[in-house]
């Protein structure tokens, strides 16, 4: 079991950044697949970034590429995404998930524990 907990997220303004934390309970973390994903009011939840367990590879979904940056510190049990010139359609519930799959997936259907979600709202 892990548990998934995010933080960092807030009110900010067109252009700025934020940097987004999850930090993961039990001794699992550093063995598991992570993943941002975020919902909008309205939308289906969307795959924003992963990164492998050992972090030496990634992926993006084209809309986030050259703003956002996926990393994760095993000694720390944390995952982050530091984003970057923020737009207002960037708002949304920002939500990290684990995976024990073998495949570095985009789609929610192949993570496992998913974390409670944090704000985040760029106002224009």
């Known amino acids: 079991q892990v548990q998934l907990v995010e933080s960092g997220g807030g009110l900010v303004q067109a252009g700025d950044s934020l940097r987004l934390s999850c930090v993961a309970s039990g001794r699992t973390f550093s063995s598991s697949h992570m993943g941002w994903f975020r919902q909008a009011p309205g939308k289906e939840r969307e795959f924003v970034a992963a990164?492998?367990?050992?972090?030496?590879?990634?992926r993006y979904a084209d809309s986030m590429k050259g703003r956002f940056t996926i990393s994760r510190d095993n000694a720390k049990n944390t995952l982050y995404l530091q984003m970057n010139s923020l737009k207002p359609e960037d708002t949304a519930v920002y939500y990290c998930?684990?995976?024990?799959?073998?495949?570095?997936?985009?789609?929610?259907?192949?993570?496992?524990?998913w974390g409670q979600g944090t704000q985040v709202t760029v106002s224009s």
């Open positions: 998930a684990a995976s024990k799959g073998y495949a570095l997936g985009i789609v929610t259907a192949l993570y496992d524990y």
């Open positions: 990164i492998t367990r050992s972090g030496s590879s990634t």
